[in-house]
């Protein structure tokens, strides 16, 4: 199975960051990658797919880049609404695979 | 808009069944691929299953290959997830998600989901 690597697991922020989380898959996976976000309690929320793609209703301050093995999430402007877990999942092979997470704490 | 709800969640003793459902709404169920994905106690996501549009292509993880099978009822617009020789590792939350591939044989990625059913087992 591909192997999913997040960094980091933890990231501590203020609103108005600027926030990167790296994702990194153990084999190419060309642009076939999403980014969820989960709050306490709740199902995850699709953000990004294919890499770069913003899912509908989600706020232009997520963007995504990357292909192959590297994968970043961008928060440019830190929101209180935007403290929570993000994962992110390859989709290129049947047998599918999260990262990790990393959660995003008010500093 | 999409609602998923799933149900038959519960504690139960290792090495018995359970049985998951997840009622389908909003959608033209047949035209989408579906998901199983579970959540560990304190832990992250974890994909256990998919099964395709047209219900012929089915994969899962391999910790539960041979004992979980994954299926769909068009007629009842209804995933379900037959899950047997339960083990202590099996509990968790388990989310339904609908694929964002329309009638996809190799399906996407979920775009939707399902708010959980909580499976434990433990004797």
């Known amino acids: 199975d591909i192997q999913m690597t997040q960094s980091p697991s933890t990231l501590s922020a203020s609103v108005g960051d600027r926030v990167t989380i790296t994702c990194r898959a153990s084999?190419?996976?060309?642009?076939?990658l999403a980014w969820y976000q989960q709050k306490p309690g709740k199902a995850p929320k699709l953000l990004i797919y294919k890499a770069s793609s913003l899912e509908g209703g989600v706020p232009s301050r997520f963007s995504g880049s990357g292909s192959g093995t590297e994968f970043t999430l961008t928060i440019s402007c830190l929101q209180p609404d935007d403290f929570a877990t993000y994962y992110c999942?390859?989709?290129?092979?049947?047998?599918?695979?999260f990262g990790q997470g990393t959660k995003v704490e008010i500093k | 808009q999409v609602q998923l709800v799933e149900s038959g969640g519960g504690v139960v003793q290792p090495g018995r069944s359970l049985r998951l459902s997840c009622a389908a709404s909003?959608?033209?169920?047949?035209?989408?691929?579906m998901h199983w994905v579970r959540q560990a106690p304190g832990k992250g996501l974890a994909w256990v299953a998919l099964i395709s549009y047209n219900g012929v292509n089915k994969f899962s993880t391999d910790s539960v290959k041979g004992r979980f099978t994954i299926s769909r009822d068009d007629s009842k617009n209804t995933l379900y997830l037959q899950m047997d020789s339960l083990r202590a590792e099996d509990t968790a939350v388990y989310y339904c998600?609908?694929?964002?591939?329309?009638?996809?044989?190799?399906?996407?990625?979920?775009?939707?989901w399902g708010q959980g059913t909580l499976v434990t087992v433990s004797s």
């Open positions: 084999q190419s996976i060309g642009s076939r």
């Open positions: 999942q390859q989709y290129n092979t049947e047998f599918r695979t």
């Open positions: 909003g959608f033209t169920f047949s035209n989408f691929g």
């Open positions: 998600a609908k694929d964002g591939g329309f009638r996809s044989a190799v399906l996407e990625t979920p775009n939707a």
